[in-house]
């Protein structure tokens, strides 16, 4: 069954070290997104693509960085972490092939902790 | 610009009591809307969708053009309803993105 993937599930970094963060998809589907959720701010979108080559920014998309090098994978960089990033990160992903409007397919979520 | 508002971040009902989640929305345009569910150490899943008008779970949701508004009714709860719910707002002007509310938080209680 195709499915959303992250990895990994849980992580405790220090400040100011890099991290990454994976997410892996095998819906074939050409829109994926990620989001971080806070309490009392609900899901915020950081960074999203809509293809390979292609990367866009969100509403809260600094310091973290995306690339999209083929379809599947959509790997999330804190380039420096920093306390303020502590959070539960998801990846998902749309279809957007035939309509710009398509259901999000949620990945289990990394809980990122920077200490 | 498109905004989503849930007035409630907490909602606490008793097991066969009537809910409803509210969801307002602000959008230029005609917006396709989204009620997502989140469970206890479970993944975001969609719903129900407007656009496919199904009851999921027993649970409906109506879009009110005129009053903005795409909220959320189950007439009986039951207490595994207990969950984050979220409502979402996607539409031609934004392109494929999703616009979430802050989410509100059920609790049904026995």
């Known amino acids: 069954d195709a499915e959303i993937t992250q990895s990994p599930r849980h992580k405790i970094t220090e400040t100011g070290r890099q991290v990454t963060l994976a997410c892996h998809q095998t819906?074939?589907?050409?829109?994926m997104f990620w989001y971080r959720q806070d309490l009392g701010h609900g899901l915020r979108l950081i960074h999203y693509?809509?293809?390979?080559?292609?990367?866009n920014k969100g509403e809260v998309s600094d310091g973290y960085s995306v690339s999209r090098s083929n379809t599947e994978d959509l790997p999330l960089t804190l380039e420096s972490a920093a306390s303020s990033q502590t959070s539960v990160y998801f990846c998902?992903?749309?279809?957007?092939?035939?309509?710009?409007?398509?259901?999000?397919?949620f990945g289990p979520g990394t809980r990122l902790t920077v200490l | 610009a498109q905004r989503v508002t849930q007035p409630e971040k907490l909602l606490s009902v008793f097991k066969g009591a009537p809910v409803e989640l509210k969801c307002n929305y602000s959008?230029?345009?005609?917006?396709?809307l989204f009620w997502y569910v989140q469970y206890s150490r479970q993944r975001l899943q969609l719903l129900l969708r407007?656009?496919s008008r199904e009851s999921i779970k027993g649970f409906t949701a109506d879009l009110n053009k005129g009053e903005t508004s795409f909220h959320l009714k189950k007439p009986f709860a039951q207490e595994e309803d207990s969950a984050m719910y979220y409502c979402?707002?996607?539409?031609?002007?934004?392109?494929?993105?999703?616009?979430f509310g802050d989410g509100t938080t059920l609790t049904v209680k026995p």
């Open positions: 819906w074939n589907h050409n829109n």
């Open positions: 998902a992903s749309s279809d957007g092939a035939s309509s710009s409007t398509d259901t999000q397919y």
């Open positions: 407007h656009i």
């Open positions: 959008y230029s345009g005609s917006p396709e």
């Open positions: 693509s809509y293809g390979v080559q292609d990367t």
């Open positions: 979402a707002l996607s539409g031609w002007t934004n392109a494929g993105k999703s616009t």
